[in-house]
């Protein structure tokens, strides 16, 4: 096996910085390569998390003026992965969310603070580190979208590129006027071949227009994004680069997310023996002030509060969730009005339906070991990670038919035998008011219930597979290049 050196550009890798499934597959894909023979590499901003946990850092190169300030390259590893870090405190040294301030809104300098990013990406794939040349550097959504860009524009001799798209709804997008001044060329902005976009420029859309292949995270959402409404304004230009597209399923670690060893939840469990799933239950309906109850059906929800994800088409169904005698549990924040809109809803339910506000890494994994049904109603899902988890951990998902969601559980109307979950469509309140009746039914009956428990324990979800298709990636990308 020939060993091949990739370099990925990330925004956010798990477990140092994360707010979203892109760091976990950015902390998760990089130490399963290693079994493929791939060494990966990840480059990522210095934010202070960044800079407190990396450990043995090496300086590699120092700059006095790096996009308007001083600047450094460091190498050093967390919890076995390989980093490249660059440290740019004028850039990355903000507290909290990697992309928006205190008041949710977006720095005004992301557009600089990414392309500082892409740029070192280019220049450690011309060889900056001698150490480390890579064959190919691996772009992850549109914060590392410009990553083939400036190798393009550059010139000369260069690694291969891949660009993956994590969720098409985020598109860096900019005034075209940021192009010269962050070192690319200003023709650049006006060709509709590179970054020019709707009279600006897209970071994502000029990774995709340039990178030599374009990934996306299950096949399901590789065919969607093709269509002008999954597309979101680039559908034709992933029309025209089909031959280069593909869709290759996420994987979760199943080294965090396993219930035999898990210590985030309150009783540990296996495929052989599910009983302490009853116990981590309790726990949970203690936890969001639930009534004590095995007979109710507990929903569990981990979402982002968003249209995409359709956390109010679940408002919409909450009245059935009554009726039916279920219990929901729900952890997560974004949108204010839905936020609130959940919080009332709580308040007028006591004891049946339970909302925390925020994200709570050890109480998502409660919810899963805890919750008779993992709840996924998102308008469009490019894969879902909470979903895999759920399967992990017995928790059976009620999905919708779109993205990844399709690609990874099987319907208990498609073939009872093999089933994994429940799967509606069209994505509305109807539908989903109709999945929910039919897991209320399939709940009652202990045996279908189990088999479906069983069924999705017995799952593949790791990276080994996912992560020798990546693998085959590179090298073929590798091979057409040296032809």
């Known amino acids: 096996m020939t060993p091949v050196r990739v370099l990925a550009v990330a925004s956010e890798v798990y477990p140092i910085v994360k707010t979203g499934g892109l760091a976990d597959v950015a ?3 990089p130490i399963a390569l290693k079994a493929h023979g791939v060494e990966m590499r990840t480059l990522m901003p210095g934010y202070p998390e960044v800079m407190r946990r990396l450990s043995g850092a090496d300086e590699i190169r120092r700059w006095p003026d ?4 001083r600047g450094r390259l460091l190498a050093g590893s967390h919890e076995g992965l390989d980093l490249f ?4 405190p004028h850039l990355y040294a903000r507290p909290g969310n990697p992309y928006v301030t205190a008041e949710g809104v977006d720095w005004p300098d992301n ?4 392309a500082a990013l892409a740029r070192v990406a280019a220049d450690i794939g011309r060889g900056l580190v001698a150490s480390f040349i890579p064959d190919v550097v691996h772009a992850h959504d549109w914060q590392a979208g410009l990553a083939p860009a400036y190798l393009h524009y550059d010139g000369g001799a260069r690694p291969g590129t891949v660009m993956t798209i994590h969720n098409m709804a985020y598109q860096g997008k900019f005034d075209r006027a940021l192009a010269g001044a962050i070192g690319l060329p200003h023709d650049a ?29 299950s096949p399901t959402y590789a065919r969607e994004i093709q269509s002008d409404e999954g597309g979101m304004g680039l559908g034709g230009l992933l029309r025209a680069r089909a031959n280069v597209l593909s869709g290759i399923l996420n994987g979760i ?8 060893t898990d210590p985030h939840i309150a009783y540990r469990f296996g495929a052989q023996d599910l009983t302490f799933r009853a116990a981590n239950k309790a726990v949970l309906q203690q936890q969001f002030n639930l009534d004590s109850s095995d007979e109710a059906p507990l929903l569990g929800v981990i979402s982002r509060l968003s249209w995409q994800k359709g956390l109010d088409l679940l408002l919409e169904a909450i009245p059935t969730i009554l009726d039916q005698g279920m219990q929901l549990a729900l952890l997560g924040s974004g949108d204010r009005d839905l ?35 993992l709840l996924v109603p998102s308008r469009f899902e490019p894969c879902g990670l909470t979903q895999l988890c759920a399967l992990r951990y017995g928790a059976v998902p009620i999905v919708s038919r779109v993205g990844g969601l399709e690609d990874t559980i099987v319907d208990i109307g498609e073939t009872g035998r093999d089933a994994t979950g429940f799967k509606f469509a069209p ?57």
Do not use: C, M
Request: proline share 1%.
């Open 253 to 260: 670690d199943i080294g965090v997310w396993n219930p035999q």
């Open 27 to 29: 902390g998760a894909l």
């Open 427 to 483: 994505v509305t309140a109807d539908a989903l008011t109709g999945g929910l009746r039919k897991a209320n039914a399939a709940f009652r009956d202990k045996a279908t219930w189990r088999r479906l428990q069983l069924n999705g324990l017995a799952t593949d979800v790791s990276w080994r597979n996912r992560a020798g298709e990546y693998a085959a990636l590179y090298r073929g990308l590798i091979a057409s290049r040296n032809a």
């Open 66 to 69: 790096y996009f308007g300030g």
């Open 339 to 373: 936020q609130e809109r959940y919080q009332a809803a709580a308040r007028a339910n006591p004891g049946r339906i339970g909302v925390l506000i925020g994200y709570d890494e050890i109480l998502a994994h409660l919810i899963q070991a805890g919750s008779d049904a």
């Open 85 to 88: 870090v660059l440290d740019v």
């Open 189 to 217: 902005s006006f060709d509709v071949h590179g970054l020019e976009y709707f009279g600006g420029i897209s970071f994502l859309k000029a990774g995709l227009q340039l990178a030599d292949r374009i990934t996306t995270v």
């Open 111 to 114: 557009g600089v603070r990414f």
